[in-house]
């Protein structure tokens, strides 16, 4: 394989970018991209040394936490921080169970089931709308929404895409309005009601920042953790021996899940832009160039992770990068952690012979989100 034949937007690519990060990190590891002008880092100290260095940042588009740079990015973080707190995730535990057990009670007689459908989708939507106290009836409404955003963080461009994009932020504009002001008027237990009150030095959330931050809590809440369920129980299914040790030594769990997302990482790249010029290595990057810090590919570098292309769950240390480094490390990993724990130990201590159905299940069509469309399982 040679350089001409990377292009992320192809399906050989989306389907197993494993082995073109594989020729980037070797001979092109700070790649730049004519054709669109991007780029691309593949090494797990570059990735780490430019997601922590404050000369690289975001253009800020919106008032989402994700996009701002410091001041404003410290003093978001620092409220969003007040209302997520380790306790509201703890808290959500007993909750993540019986949801979990609740989704597969409805398969178990069956037979079968498709574990991102009936599983890997429900829970972490259902999970985080309930802590932001979204209605359970307008979760498919959220659902339509937040697939078109999406879409449009794909690295594919297209003004389709960008027009539904458009019309979902209005519908979600609309709904969180509502919301936001039903709550300040009547707030209640839950996490938008936190967000309203959280108050650090004399500063609160404006509303628009109150509506950025939510949409995005829900986007983030489960369009990721969909790709860590449904990921990570494809990649056991494909290791029987890992399978088998964790099946009988479910006390792995937390290690197993790290393993998983450093294996088939839910996010695989994170985007940043060059603040102003700097010279890396040699590279001279221009005030305004956009970076693709491709952590997916930085999760199988050989020189952090021994063997990296094997699934090892009891890995340590595990350094992975899926859930980003620096100051905008997610926020919601101790959920995330959670859910996965939960759900895929459930459903290999319920559904024991889980077994796959179809020899080769389909990713979705995106790039950056990575998770399976569908993934049919016998049991
Ligand atoms: C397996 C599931 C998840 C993965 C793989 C994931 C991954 C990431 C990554 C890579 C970033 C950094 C982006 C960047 O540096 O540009 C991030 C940021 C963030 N994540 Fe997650 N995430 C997951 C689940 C969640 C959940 C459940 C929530 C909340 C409910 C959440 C909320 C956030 C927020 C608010 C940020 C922005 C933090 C900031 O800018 O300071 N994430 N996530």
């Known amino acids: 394989m040679d350089l001409r034949q990377f292009d992320p937007r192809t399906p050989a690519f989306r389907a197993n970018p494993y082995p073109y990060y594989a020729m980037l990190r070797s001979v092109a590891p700070i790649f730049y991209w004519s054709e669109w002008g991007i780029w691309f880092l593949t090494r797990h100290d570059d990735c780490t040394a430019l997601a922590r260095d404050n000369r690289f940042g975001n253009r800020p588009t919106g008032d989402s936490i994700l996009f701002q740079n410091p001041p404003d990015h410290t003093r978001m973080r620092g409220l969003m921080q007040r209302a997520f707190t380790p306790r509201m995730v703890e808290k959500q535990r007993a909750h993540i169970q019986f949801i979990t057990d609740q989704l597969l009670d409805r398969v178990q007689d069956a037979g079968c089931m498709d574990v991102v459908t009936d599983l890997a989708y429900p829970l972490p939507v259902t999970v985080i709308a309930a802590m932001l106290g979204v209605p359970a009836a307008d979760h498919a409404k959220f659902h339509s929404w937040s697939v078109a955003l999406v879409n449009s963080l794909d690295l594919k461009r297209d003004a389709q895409v960008d027009e539904r994009a458009a019309q979902a932020t209005a519908a979600f504009e609309e709904y969180f309005a509502h919301l ?31 509506f950025f931050n939510s949409r995005l809590l829900l986007i ?160």
């Open 180 to 210: 936001i002001a039903k709550r300040r008027a009547d707030p209640q237990d839950d996490l938008l009601s936190a967000l309203i009150a959280a108050e650090a030095a004399g500063e609160k959330l404006t509303t628009s920042e109150l």
């Open 220 to 379: 983030a809440g489960y369009e990721t953790t969909v790709g860590l369920i449904s990921n990570g129980v494809y990649a056991l299914l494909q290791h029987p021996e890992q399978r088998h040790r964790l099946q009988t030594e479910p006390q792995h769990i937390a290690s197993a899940v790290e393993e998983l997302l450093r294996f088939d990482a839910p996010i695989q790249m994170v985007g940043r832009a060059a603040l102003q010029d700097v010279e890396y290595k040699g590279h001279h990057f221009k005030d305004g160039d956009s970076i693709g810090l491709m952590t997916g590919a930085a999760n199988r570098d050989p020189c952090r992770f021994a063997e990296p292309d094997r699934l090892d769950i009891l890995r340590t240390p595990n350094p992975h990068m899926a859930f980003g480094s620096g100051i905008h490390y997610c926020l919601g990993a101790p959920l995330a952690r959670l859910e996965g724990q939960i759900a895929i130990q459930t459903l290999f201590k319920r559904m024991p012979q889980l077994a796959l159905a179809i020899d080769k299940p389909l990713y979705r069509d995106n790039y950056v989100f990575r998770g399976l469309q569908s993934l049919p399982a016998s049991f």
